[in-house]
T-cell receptor, first 110, second 116 residues
Framework: SQQGEEDPQALSIQEGENATMNCSYK?????LQWYRQNSGRGLVHLILIRSNEREKHSGRLRVTLDTSKKSSSLLITASRAADTASYFC??????????FGTGTRLQVTL | DAGITQSPRHKVTETGTPVTLRCHQT?????MYWYRQDPGHGLRLIHYSYGVKDTDKGEVSDGYSVSRSKTEDFLLTLESATSSQTSVYFCAISGGREGLERNEQFFGPGTRLTVL
């Protein structure tokens, strides 16, 4: 079964708007990661947040983590058409494996 | 670019035939993984390797086997392909660079497999 569940499953916004997607998980984690997948391509690592961190930034990306609620959010500010992709959260326990959610499909229109 | 390639990129085969997919890396990463991606399921781990000749099962390992005889190559074999194994298969690697989390993964371009 999937560890992470993203919400919403699909999101459509206009260029310049912010996009927020959420991830909930079930068990204790060591870290949580977000990946992007463009259509027909492999996943690309975006950002990692450790279990003892609450917020992290990377460029236009902002990730928060609430371990008490077992949830994370990914905010993309000032979205661009090139941000159109699927976004996945992935959780890590104590091993080197990741468990991926089912993803959020983001469409950014001009 | 993590220097990871997959071959073939596309394959059509018939039910009951064996199929081998290859993942090749040039980065000397310790860990290698095989996933399948299907609509509505996200990525599911099939098998992974934590070193040469060291492999373990993932979430959906039935009908699949793997081998890793050298650091740079990780092979996925469908012993007798079935239509339910029609999917996109991704290889990933991790654990090879200083300063990175051990499980931050880099993905190959994928192999689209169709079993008729």
């Amino acid at each position: 079964s999937q560890q992470g569940e993203e919400d919403p499953q699909a999101l459509s916004i206009q260029e310049g708007e912010n996009a927020t997607m959420n991830c909930s998980y079930k068990t204790s984690i060591n870290n949580l990661q977000w990946y992007r997948q463009n259509s027909g391509r492999g996943l690309v690592h975006l950002i990692l947040i450790r279990s003892n961190e609450r917020e992290k930034h990377s460029g236009r990306l902002r990730v928060t983590l609430d371990t008490s609620k077992k949830s994370s959010s990914l905010l993309i500010t000032a979205s661009r058409a090139a941000d159109t992709a699927s976004y996945f959260c992935a959780t890590s326990g104590t091993a080197s494996k990741l468990t991926f959610g089912t993803g959020t499909r983001l469409q950014v229109t001009l | 670019d993590a220097g990871i390639t997959q071959s073939p990129r596309h394959k059509v085969t018939e039910t009951g035939t064996p199929v081998t997919l290859r993942c090749h890396q040039t980065e000397n990463h310790r860990y290698m993984y095989w996933y399948r991606q299907d609509p509505g399921h996200g990525l599911r781990l099939i098998h992974y390797s934590y070193g040469v000749k060291d492999t373990d099962k993932g979430e959906v390992s039935d009908g699949y086997s793997v081998s890793r005889s050298k650091t740079e190559d990780f092979l996925l074999t469908l012993e007798s392909a079935t239509s339910s194994q029609t999917s996109v298969y991704f290889c990933a690697i991790s654990g090879g660079r200083e300063g990175l989390e051990r499980n931050e993964q880099f993905f190959g371009p994928g192999t689209r497999l169709t079993v008729l």
